[in-house]
């Protein structure tokens, strides 16, 4: 499954020389995994009405050039692997052509129907949509 989440930077974003604050790119990640998850069919809304949660379990970045103030970006995204319990979105920024940073996020199928959360499987036919077969 793939996805490519644009936005552009704003002023909230950058310090105060107007470049891009790198936590920043993590919270981008994050909003882009979560729209990965709404094209694939499984909006939060929906995971947590079912008692679902896709907790974050690890997270890289690596920047390889700066973003400023007022830049487009877009974020491409495509889940890498998905195991039992857990699966990697892999996270590649790009300004045009220009790749800016890339990353990746490991996050748990996680139910909270019972008192504590708990990793559960992921579904085969969540498994198929994640992994576009």
């Known amino acids: ?8 930077v704003v002023w909230g974003d ?10 920043n790119f ?16 499984f909006p939060i809304a929906k995971l947590q009405d079912e008692n679902i ?15 400023m103030y007022d830049d487009e970006v877009a974020v491409h995204s495509e889940v890498a692997e998905v195991h039992n319990k857990v699966f990697k979105i892999k996270h590649t920024f790009k300004k045009g052509d220009v790749i800016v940073a890339e990353g990746h996020e490991i996050r748990a199928w996680t ?18 949509v994640l992994l576009g077969e």
């Not at 919270?27 to 069919?41: I, N, P, Y």
């Not at 129907?113 to 036919?125: F, S």
Request: glycine share 2%; with cysteine; hydrophobic share 40%.
């Open 111 to 128: 139910s909270v129907a019972e008192e504590r959360p708990k990793a559960v499987p992921v579904p085969e036919n969540v498994k198929s």
């Open 53 to 67: 949660i896709t907790p974050l379990l690890e997270a890289f970045c690596q920047f390889k050039s700066p973003l």
């Open 14 to 23: 950058t310090d105060a020389a107007g470049i891009v604050f790198y936590p």
């Open 1 to 8: 499954m793939k996805n490519v989440y644009p936005f552009k």
């Open 26 to 41: 993590y919270r981008w990640m994050d909003q882009a995994s979560h729209e990965l998850l709404r094209a694939a069919g």
